[in-house]
């Protein structure tokens, strides 16, 4: 039973190795970062036009160029050739934002890598729309799985979506992880990535779920509903965060954003959201 089982493991890992990086809606994939998605001190040099395209389409464009095309009347144009609303110019409240964000709401909250202390509220990248993330990276737990591929994670192998290149920066974060001092090791053990769930307490979509979200270990992490038990998402919280800065800092170099700098604090969890760096001026 024993050998059986890890036979199996052995096969699925292959298996996860061996998924071709094909986006379900365009032939031309490509699993690296788009360049136009570069930190500005790397990206080539491109005169500045001048037009009215929010500075949120503007880094869909450049991020994830194999899905978004343009940006045309208030809609993001997508590579299938459908258009998605960009500002329903609905206002709402936080909580409405991320019970039903549209994609201008994405970028309602610019992220500033300055903040370790988030006042009420401020979170960005808390803030998804949903059709669009679904749109990219799978729109159920089965298409997701078909763009996982293995990445090395210290003692771990985990599946990460290599759409948009997910897994190429998340290999990049391990590779400068890996050269924090010793004693930084032990945040990275028993992390998970993929898992298509709900947020905890709520009917939202864990980011999890599109495979380009990986959670550290928990033994050293701290989620807001824990440290504040019966407190509601609406009431005011208490902030902790275990998580050292130089770890933040380093999966921010690669497109990922961090939970530690989110008001209701998730600081074990790192999000693939170069767009959202990208719009904030990183
Ligand atoms: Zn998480």
Partial sequence: MMKRLT??????????????????????????????????????????????????AKALIACYPQFIKAYKNNTIVLADGRALPYDDGKAKTHEEQMDNADIEDMFAQAYDTT???????????????????????????????????????????????????????????????????AQFHKYFDQSSSFYWRTVRG?????????????DICTKYSDFWRWKNPGKNESDDIVYVNRIPKEIVKIFEKHG????V??????????????????????
């Fill in 261 to 282: 700098r989110w008001y209701h604090f998730d600081t074990m969890h790192f999000e693939f959201r170069p767009d959202l760096l990208k719009a904030s001026g990183m």
């Fill in 7 to 56: 036979l199996n493991c052995i096969v699925a890992l292959l298996c996860l190795n061996a998924q071709a990086c094909t986006p379900t809606s365009q032939d031309n994939a490509t699993t690296a970062v788009a360049p136009d998605c570069m930190p500005a001190e790397t990206a080539p040099k491109k005169d500045m036009e001048q037009d009215t395209t929010p500075l949120g």
């Fill in 115 to 181: 903040i370790w202390q988030p006042t009420k509220n401020y979170e960005p990248g808390r803030i998804r729309n949903e059709e669009l993330m679904k749109y990219m990276y799978g729109k159920n737990a089965n298409d997701v799985k078909k763009h996982l591929v293995g990445v090395k994670w210290f003692k771990q192998q985990l599946p990460f979506t290599c759409i948009n290149g997910a897994a190429d920066s998340l290999r990049a974060v391990a590779k400068d992880l890996e050269k924090l001092p």
């Fill in 256 to 259: 990922f954003v961090s939970g």
């Fill in 202 to 214: 709520s009917q939202r979509l864990s980011a999890h779920s599109y495979g380009m979200t990986i």
